[in-house]
């Protein structure tokens, strides 16, 4: 195909599609999709996700304000990430640095003003420096003081001198920052297995394969699938199990004794999450190497034990899911029932978050399901998991822009909230959005409650029956979006929580005022 065929199949000038070739233009979401489409390949050609992460995450790192007098384009950020990604990589810990140095600094500058015995110790440190200063003084300028008395002042000197090394000891023990060096050089564990998972698709091909010898093993194809599994747990590991009652189990909802060979479940934890528990132990049991070994060895992200740790309970996760919710079966069924999550929670007997989960691991080469993104957030607005296949951009340090339908849908607890926003850039996403609780263990203990959001590129939306009856392609249907406050250009949104980059803030005229300005308002 020539390139003034495929110009003329995507509906741009081929000199257009000469600049996209030579990297003077940007590829946007809509038109990337069109040419994979053109050219029946995947999207990931043409723009791999370490890339993709990468430009997102030096774009939010520059636009902090400590950068706000460098005039840094687009164009010179995709050329950092796709021409020198070593030094991307090593912006990207600096800054990790900074932040964390940063918070360090808050957090102790807060402690000093309210920890009460920080404040009794700063009083006592006055109160002995003056003692010592005044004695001493006294001893400076009576030269004449009978030997008793000289030596009794000495006396007072020397023990106020003790007093104070004990207290600034004691202070410095209260502020040590020991530590806090090897923490800034690293990504917390968290964010490490987030970019672990991203960086594999969110898909493992191995740990798929031992979902489905379990399921062959255990019968898992049967009705009574717990039984199973607790029947499972006892022959192979022998492992006994127990439904506990709030009488006799109040700290967690699982504990497994490993000496004693039993696991405790709270009688509070719904059907599919007894399943998902049991499924997830014998994922821990029978397949601690290969966990060991997806987090050793193919994992750059994981730079220390605790991130890899992490990564180990994060694909013992993932194995469950992939027990429970078997790949082919279940991408079958997304795409019949065209993604209805709740028919998808009858029909696997599943969670609405397993379900959501399992949605965005459909990532296998050949046999995919649409391209979606995955956010989970808890009333404060903190983001606790987060992946995109869609092109979606999720802030990484802080939270998100607040007119995303994840923060509306904490309105209307359990009702499915559509969206179709639209981003800075022009690009479009849809999104639906459930506000979920975690169960209670009883009186007196408290739930957790989030905020389970997944969507795709507008141009899969269709596939999704959320989508029926909406005008995809309006202008009016699509609410305006930003990133994060902080990384959004759009100077008048009522709904700011940070200003807006400086460069992005529109002057207004001499004779116009606000007399009631909003963050991002003059």
């Known amino acids: 195909m020539s390139q003034v065929q495929l110009a003329e199949r995507l509906g741009i000038s081929s000199s257009y599609l000469n600049l996209i070739e030579h990297n003077q233009r940007n590829l946007t979401v809509h038109l990337l999709l069109r040419i994979s489409a053109a050219l029946n390949v995947s999207p990931q050609i043409f723009a791999t996700q370490n890339e993709t992460k990468s430009i997102a995450e030096l774009t939010e790192i520059l636009k902090d304000p400590m950068f706000e007098d460098l005039s840094i384009d687009e164009r010179e950020i995709n050329a950092i990430a796709s021409e020198h990604p070593s030094i991307g990589v090593a912006l990207s810990k600096t800054y990790n640095a900074f932040r964390t140095i940063q918070e360090d600094y808050q957090n102790l500058n807060e402690r000093l003003s309210q920890d009460s015995l920080l404040a009794t110790n700063t009083h006592r440190l006055r109160t002995l420096l003056t003692s010592i200063v005044s004695f001493s003084e006294i001893l400076h300028d009576n030269v004449d003081l009978p030997p008793h008395e000289r030596q009794n002042f000495l006396k007072i000197v020397l023990g106020e001198s003790e007093n104070l090394t004990q207290t600034v000891n004691t202070m410095v023990d209260l502020v040590s920052g020991e530590g806090m060096t090897a923490k800034a050089v690293n990504t917390s564990p968290n964010e490490a297995v987030t970019d672990f998972m991203q960086a594999h698709n969110n898909y493992f091909d191995d740990l798929e394969v031992a979902a489905q010898d379990l399921r062959r093993e255990a019968g898992m194809d049967g009705l009574s699938v717990r039984a199973r599994l607790i029947s499972y747990l006892m022959e192979k590991h022998g492992v006994s199990v127990e439904i506990a009652t709030t009488d006799t189990h109040q700290s967690r909802v699982s504990i497994f004794d490993q000496t004693k060979r039993h696991l405790v479940l709270s009688m509070s934890l719904s059907p599919p999450s007894v399943n998902f528990h049991l499924t997830l132990l014998i994922g821990h049991l029978c397949h601690a190497p290969l966990l060991e070994r997806l987090s050793d060895t193919e994992a750059s992200e994981l730079t220390s034990p605790q991130a890899r740790l992490k990564a180990q309970g994060a694909l013992a996760n993932y194995f469950a899911g992939a027990c429970l919710l078997p790949y082919d079966a279940f991408l079958e069924a997304a795409e019949e029932t065209r993604y209805d999550l709740e028919r998808l929670q009858h029909r696997f ?167 009631s300005p909003g963050i991002g308002d003059t």
């Open 349 to 515: 007997n599943a969670s609405f978050e397993q379900i959501a989960h399992r949605l965005v691991t459909l990532r296998r080469p050949g046999a995919a399901g649409i391209p979606m993104h995955f956010v989970r957030v808890d009333m404060a607005g903190n983001i606790s998991k987060r992946f995109s296949a869609s092109g979606l951009r999720i802030p990484r340090y802080g939270g998100a822009c607040p007119k995303w339908v994840m923060h509306r849908a904490f309105l209307t607890p359990g009702k499915i909230c559509r969206q179709i926003g639209e981003m800075n850039d022009g690009s479009r996403f849809f999104s639906i959005a459930k506000a979920v609780s975690k169960p209670s263990l009883g009186y007196g203990q408290d739930k957790s409650f989030y905020s389970i959001s997944i969507g795709c590129e507008i141009s899969q939306a269709k596939r999704m029956v959320y989508a029926d009856g909406l005008d995809t392609q309006s202008p009016t249907v699509a609410v305006p979006i930003g990133v994060a406050c902080r990384l959004c250009t759009r100077s008048g949104c009522a709904q700011r929580a940070a200003a807006p980059p400086p460069k992005a803030q529109t002057e207004q005229p001499d004779n116009w005022r606000n007399i």
